[in-house]
């Protein structure tokens, strides 16, 4: 009997990276393919060196995609961020290629983060990512806003998660904020304040009808397990556990777990509170239709008390043209 014909043959996966996210002279795990007459070929296999010629040759050739075997996205991950500092630091890349790879790469990390928070080190790559993010939005309102330009509209709580970090971070900043331990504390609890909600099953994250009451109270528990998840971790300053069990009270007490005043949250709560509610209304979920950046910000004013009179302003101010005197 022949056996060859038997066999399965397996087909291999592919998926899409910058060819701005490889560095030059830097060592690759993986190997990268080009697309040539609509297939894919091999490029350079893992064991030769990315050179400054090889960068050269396909910018003259218009190639700015390349691609990796899927089964190598975890290589290629690691590498984007041992390397995220020096691509958002590279005057050769456009502002909007590098807002591009870091948010693909904060993007990729939190969906690890979520399935597996305390798995390896993944929380000490979360504060490597937030450092870079920092340092990102401090270069300005440009590279704030090529960021913008690119949040993801589809709810997911990885994109939320990053999306919340992003706009509390230049929230922060624009209050005045510019302290790197604020900054850095404040991200870091922005980024993981839904880690929580890997305690709760699919089927309830992505409901497309209303939540029963009993599904709900499951829901309400999310900011206190993130705590116990973070809890005791090296990498997490105990001022960004606050934001995680703080982001849902509202200072006319009616938000949870605690029912909380204004004056007991603390401010990190305050600033991923605006940046959490304002995401959670503009991105688009299973059970609901997105709502413009004016009108989110108009219900959020009409909430009277709920979120903190001036840092709502500033995250108006922050947020684009539209003048406080329409809301
Ligand atoms: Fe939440
Ligand atoms: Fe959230």
Not at 90 to 96: A, G, K, L, R, T
Request: with cysteine; charged share 25%; net charge negative.
């Amino acid at each position: 009997m022949h056996t060859a014909t038997a066999q399965k043959r397996t087909e291999t996966k592919f998926m899409a990276v910058h060819l701005d996210s490889i560095r030059v002279d830097s060592v690759l795990d993986f190997n990268l393919y080009i697309e040539v007459n609509k297939r894919l070929v091999l490029y350079r296999s893992s064991n030769l060196a990315f050179t400054d010629r090889t960068r050269q040759k396909l910018i003259e050739n218009n190639v700015e995609r390349l691609y990796i075997e899927s089964s190598d996205r975890h290589d290629y991950q690691r590498y984007i961020e041992k390397n995220i500092g020096r691509i958002l630091n590279d005057p050769e890349i456009m502002q909007d290629k590098k807002a591009g790879i870091l948010y693909d790469t904060s993007t990729n990390l939190v969906r690890d983060i979520l399935s597996n928070p305390t798995f390896g080190d993944n929380i000490q790559r979360s504060s490597d990512i937030v450092a870079s993010t920092v340092d990102y939005i401090l270069q300005g309102r440009e590279a704030f806003l090529s960021l913008m330009k690119i949040t993801s509209f589809d709810y997911y709580t990885y994109t939320h998660s990053v999306n919340v970090c992003t706009f509390s971070i230049a929230l922060a900043q624009q209050l005045g904020y510019n302290d790197d331990q604020f900054l850095n504390e404040l991200g870091m609890g922005a980024l993981l304040h839904d880690v929580g909600k890997s305690r709760i099953s699919e089927r309830i994250i992505n409901k497309r009808s209303t939540l029963t009451p009993i599904e709900f109270e499951i829901v309400k528990k999310h900011p206190k397990w993130g705590v116990e998840i973070l809890e005791g971790q090296d990498s997490v300053a105990e001022a960004s556990l606050y934001p995680i069990l703080q982001h849902h009270e509202r200072g006319d007490r009616r938000g949870y777990p605690n029912g909380l005043s204004l004056d007991e949250m603390h401010v990190y709560s305050q600033i991923v509170a605006i940046a959490d509610s304002f995401d959670a209304m503009t991105t688009q979920r299973v059970y609901q239709k997105a709502v413009e950046t004016y009108s989110a910000l108009k219900i959020m004013f009409s909430l009277k008390g709920a979120y903190e009179d001036k840092i709502l302003r500033v995250f108006v101010e922050l947020m684009g043209p539209t003048g406080l005197d329409d809301i």
